[in-house]
C-alpha cells in the first residue's frame, strides 16, 4: 500500500512565522505535490515536484517555496504566516509516465492567528 | 484555474437510494478520475476514465464520459451511510505532462441511515 504521511494533523501558527509543513511517501514516486483545499473552490495546486531539487509553481505560489532534498520528502514553507493561508494543506504523489492515479497524505489543518 | 465543476454542491439522500453527480470540465483530456474525500481526511482515488472510454465500472460506481459535451457523472448505486463523503473529478491538463490534475470544487454528499 502507498503510504503518504504529513507532519501535523493540526497546526496552529501566528502571524509573521515561518512554517515547514513536510510530506513524506514510501512509494518511491518521482512527482510530489501540495494543494491548499479552501471550502467552495477545491483543491489548488500550489507548487510540485518531478525529481529531486527539481520543482515547477502551481496555480498560486505567491507566499509560499517547497524543499525537495531527498527523493521521499517534499516540504512546504510558508516563509512569513499571513491568516489568509489558513487552511487544510494536502501532499500527494504519482508516478511519472503511469497512471495519473494521485495517492493522498490525511493533510494538515494549519491556522494562522 | 478550476477546470472541473461538479453539480449539484450537495447533495442529501436516504440510504438505499442511488446518488448522481455531475462534473463539466473545459479543455480537452486524456482522462478523468474522480476521488472520495471523507471530511478532514485525505482524498482516495474511485476510479479512472479515459478519453477514449465511455463507461466504467467498479462495485457499486458507474463512471460515464461524453467528451463531446466535456461532462462525466458518477453513479453511486444502493448507497450507504459511509459513502457520506465529499466527491471530486479531476482531469489531466492536457499536455500529458508530470500527471498534474486539475480538480473541481466538489459535490457533498450525505447519505442519510
Known amino acids: 500500500d502507498v503510504k503518504v504521511t504529513q507532519s501535523s494533523r493540526y497546526l496552529v501558527k501566528r502571524t509573521g512565522e515561518k512554517v515547514f509543513l513536510e510530506c513524506v511517501q514510501d512509494?518511491?514516486?518521482?512527482?510530489m505535490f501540495w494543494y491548499r483545499q479552501d471550502p467552495g473552490l477545491g483543491l489548488r495546486l500550489i507548487y510540485f515536484s518531478y525529481d529531486v531539487k527539481m520543482k515547477e509553481k502551481g496555480d498560486i505560489p505567491e507566499g509560499y517555496s517547497v524543499s525537495r532534498e531527498k527523493k521521499e520528502r517534499f516540504s512546504l514553507i510558508l516563509e512569513s504566516a499571513s491568516t489568509n493561508q489558513t487552511s487544510m494543506y494536502l501532499c500527494?504523489?504519482?508516478?511519472?509516465?503511469?497512471?495519473?492515479?494521485?495517492?493522498f497524505g490525511p493533510g494538515t489543518r494549519l491556522t494562522v492567528t | 484555474s478550476q477546470q472541473g465543476e461538479e453539480d449539484p454542491q450537495a447533495l442529501s439522500i436516504q440510504e438505499g437510494e442511488n446518488a448522481t453527480m455531475n462534473c463539466s470540465y473545459k479543455t480537452s483530456i486524456n482522462n478523468l478520475q474522480w476521488y472520495r474525500q471523507n471530511s478532514g481526511r485525505g482524498l482516495v482515488h474511485l476510479i479512472l476514465i479515459r478519453s477514449n472510454e465511455r463507461e466504467k465500472h467498479s462495485g457499486r460506481l458507474r463512471v460515464t464520459l461524453d467528451t463531446s459535451k466535456k461532462s462525466s457523472s458518477l453513479l453511486i448505486t444502493a448507497s450507504r451511510a459511509a459513502d457520506t463523503a465529499s466527491y471530486f473529478c479531476?482531469?489531466?491538463?492536457?499536455?500529458?505532462?508530470?500527471?498534474?490534475?486539475?480538480f473541481g470544487a466538489g459535490t457533498r454528499l450525505a447519505v442519510h441511515p
Open positions: 479531476a482531469t489531466d491538463d492536457g499536455t500529458g505532462g508530470y500527471n498534474k490534475l486539475i
Open positions: 500527494a504523489t504519482n508516478n511519472r509516465g503511469s497512471s495519473y492515479e494521485q495517492y
Open positions: 512509494m518511491d514516486h518521482e512527482n
